[in-house]
C-alpha cells in the first residue's frame, strides 16, 4: 500500500477517517473557543493554557485505571463512546454561569474519557489496513490533524470575532457529536482486540510490560517530551498574540501537515532513520527566535517552521510498533497516546507558570531550549544498535490476523 488513494479503497477507512476529522476539528474550535473566555474572564495565560490542554491531565488517570480497555472492548463502541462524551462535554462548557472550577471538572472528565481514544483508534486503523499500511495511514490521519486544525482555528477566530466564544464552543459540542454518529453508523461491528475484562490489574500488568524494556521506553520519552514542551510554547499564543493567536494556529497545523507528508508519503523507508534527529531539531530551534519578540506574520513562519519537526513522531511510532507485541498493540499505542497528552499538559503548565514570571516571548523561547535540551540527551538511545535493529525499526509490525489476540 503506497498511495492516500489505496488507503480510502480499504473498507471501514473512510468512516474512521471522518469521524476522526470532525472529533479534531471539534476539539480545535472548541479549545480556542475556552482558551479565550477563560483568558478574557481571568486575565492569566497560565489559566488560558490550563484550560486548552487541561484535558490532558485526566488521561493521567485514564492511563492508570482504563487502559486495557482499548484492547477489551468492542472497537465500534468505545470509538463512539469517546466522541460522544466530548461532544456532550463541549455543550455543557457553553452553558452560561458555569463556574470557573465546574469548568476545569469537566475538563478534567473529557481527559479521563479522551484515554481511550488513540489507544482504540489506532489498534483499530491495525485491523483495518493491510501489512505495511499502517505508517500511511497514520500519515493520512495526521494530515487531516493539520487540515481539520486549520479549518478548526479559522472558523472559530471569525466565529469569536463575529459571534461568541460560547457559539463557537455549542458548534464544537454539535461537531462531536457528529463524529459520535459517523463512527456508530460507520464501522463495523467487531470483537474485542482481547480477551478478558477491563481492569485496574490488567491496565498496570501491560503498562509495566511496556515500560520495562529500555528501547521502548526511550521511545516513548522521545515521543512525550520534547513535544510537550514545544506544546508549552502553543499554549502561550493567545497571550504573546491575543489579535492573531488563530493565524499562528494556522500556521503551526500547515507545517505540522506538511511534515507528516513528507514522513509518511515522501521518505522512501531507508532514508527515514535518518531524518528522526533534524526533525526533532526543528521542532523546538525556530521558537528560540521568539525572544526578541517578533511581529505576528514573522512569528507565524517560524511556527510553520517548527511544526514541520512533529514528523518525527510517525517515524518514532514506527519504531514503537516494529518492538511491540500484537497482543498489546491498542494499550502500547494508547499509552503513546495518553503520555503525549499529559506531557502536553504539563508543557503548558510549565510554559504558563513561567510566563507569570518573565515575559511571554522569554518563556517561549525558554520552552524551546529546554525541548532541545531533552532532545540531546536521548539521542544516543535512538541509535540503531545493530543493523538488524536498524531494519527492524525501519519495518512497520504487520496488524494482527485476528481481531482477537
Known sequence: MRTYRELFRTPEFTPLFAASAA???????????LGTLVYARTGSPLLAALSMFGPSFGQVLGALLLLSAADRLPPRTAVTLVAAAYGTGHLVLALPGMPLWGTFAVILALGVAGSLGGGVRWGLLGEILPPGGYLLGRSAFNVSVGAMQIAGFAAGGVLIAVVSPRTALVIGGVLGLGAAAIARFGLTRRPARAAGRPSVAATWRVNRRLW????????????WVPNGLVVGCEALFVPYAPGAAGLLFIAGALGMLGGDVLTGRVLPPRLRGRFVTPLRVLLAAPYLLFAVAPAAPLAAVLVAVASAGFGAGLLLQERLLAVTPADVRG????????GMMTMQAVGATIAGAVAQLVSVPVAIALMAVASLLVTAALTRGLRPRSPGSAAAAATPAAPPASPRH
Do not use: K, N
Open 23 to 33: 472529533q479534531t476539528a471539534a476539539g480545535t474550535l472548541s479549545g480556542l473557543a
Open 331 to 338: 494499550q502500547a499505542l494508547g499509552l503513546h497516546s495518553t
Open 212 to 223: 520495562s524494556a529500555p528501547g521502548r521506553r526511550t521511545l516513548y520519552l522521545a515521543m
